[in-house]
């Protein structure tokens, strides 16, 4: 439905001191996604997954690339031709309170969305309560209750489920989950994740979940795809249980390895993969930009550019010049 080529973003600094300094978000990431599928973007804080998710569901602009939505270059449309195709990729927010409008009650916020459906598809008035009902009672909430309610008298969880209610106002065929249960207590995030798996299976819809927690990635779609993001640059891309299994980049086992431990029922990895120093942008980087960080580097690591390719005999594509798999996650005492 949707695939991105050599996508480029750069922001520059404000202030007054650091003011005018460019921060590369993305390096010319490549990334499709198939109608109905699941793709997973994961990476540490500030690697770039939320602006590519971002440009993906239409609210961010780039420099340079291209996207293609079911066949249609957006560059080739002005920006009022283009809505119609962004309106089926809707973004379901990290923060569920800061996303809902506090002066409005849960039917109010719903029944915008769903008037300008009814207007594009001629129904009638009376539809839009019904299918503000149908769509909570979707996200497995109770319209009678929800509805005359205000974002501030729901719980964690309720907000993220009216979100998502909203998304569905227009029908898309496309969700883009940012972080979506990293605001909500533990004990929901379950619910949440098995409602976006439902809805994917029940209605069709692909979903592209942004997230640095590997567990969830593999919940949502563990028979799609994973892009491992590092500071805006794809340096490994393959099936979600291919890379989580059997990682070959240093910087993918390096986030495998820093997933806590259940002391009593785990055993680490015996081949655990620590930075060897903490990041730092500032730098400049004329190689692998993980090349500094990386316990296995070389001098070819800081001096030339690892192209993102299949090669070395493993299933999934990788940059990096000697890729190795590594034993670096946890297993189960009884299976080790």
Same mark, same amino acid.
């Given at each position: @439905?949707?695939?991105?080529?050599? !996508?480029?973003k750069t922001f520059k600094q404000r202030g007054s001191v650091l003011a005018g300094r460019e921060v590369k978000a993305l390096r010319g990431v ?36 291209? +996207?293609? +939505? ?22 379901? &927010? ?37 299918? =503000? =009902?149908?769509? $909570?009672? $979707? ?5 009678g209750y929800v509805l005359p309610r205000y974002p501030h008298q729901l719980s964690g969880g309720m907000r993220q489920r009216v979100v998502i ?8 065929? @496309? ?7 990293? @605001? !909500? ?6 619910? +949440?994740?098995?409602l976006l798996k439902d809805l994917r299976e029940r209605l069709g819809v692909s979903v592209l979940f942004i997230t640095h927690d590997v567990a ?9 795809? @994973? ?6 640059? !794809? ?7 291919? +890379?989580?299994?059997?990682?070959? &980049? ?56 690892? *192209? ?24 189960? *005492?009884?299976?080790?």
């Amino acid at each position: @439905m949707i695939r991105g080529t050599g !996508i480029v973003k750069t922001f520059k600094q404000r202030g007054s001191v650091l003011a005018g300094r460019e921060v590369k978000a993305l390096r010319g990431v490549d990334f499709s996604i198939e109608k109905g599928g699941a793709v997973s973007f994961i990476g540490e804080s500030g690697c770039g997954k939320t602006t590519l998710g971002r440009i993906i569901a239409g609210l961010e602009t780039y420099d340079s690339g291209e +996207i293609v +939505i079911d066949g249609t270059a957006m560059s080739a449309l002005k920006p009022r031709a283009r809505q119609p195709y962004f309106r089926r990729i809707q973004l379901i &927010h990290q923060d569920p309170y800061s996303a809902l409008n506090p002066t409005r009650t849960i039917h109010q916020t719903l029944h915008a969305p769903l008037a300008l459906r009814a207007k594009q598809t001629r129904r009638p008035g009376s539809w839009i309560d019904t299918r =503000a =009902a149908e769509l $909570l009672s $979707l996200v497995g909430l109770d319209p009678g209750y929800v509805l005359p309610r205000y974002p501030h008298q729901l719980s964690g969880g309720m907000r993220q489920r009216v979100v998502i209610a909203r998304a569905l106002t227009v029908d898309p065929e @496309m969700l883009v989950a940012d972080e979506a249960t990293s @605001m !909500i207590d533990v004990s929901l995030r379950l619910g +949440i994740l098995s409602l976006l798996k439902d809805l994917r299976e029940r209605l069709g819809v692909s979903v592209l979940f942004i997230t640095h927690d590997v567990a969830t990635a593999r919940y949502i779609g563990g028979d799609g795809d @994973m892009y491992v993001i590092y500071r805006g640059q !794809i340096v490994e891309r393959g099936k979600v249980e291919t +890379i989580i299994s059997s990682p070959v &980049h240093p910087y993918t086992q390096s986030l495998l390895s820093a997933i806590p431990v259940l002391h009593g029922l785990e055993r680490p990895g015996e081949q655990r993969v620590v930075p060897t120093e903490a990041l730092d942008e500032s730098k400049s980087d004329d190689g692998c930009l993980f090349a500094r960080r990386c316990p296995f580097s070389t001098d070819r690591c800081t001096s030339e550019i690892p *192209l993102l390719a299949r090669s070395g005999g493993f299933a999934q594509e990788h940059s990096c010049f000697y890729p190795e798999r590594r034993n670096v996650v946890a297993t189960p *005492l009884e299976a080790a």
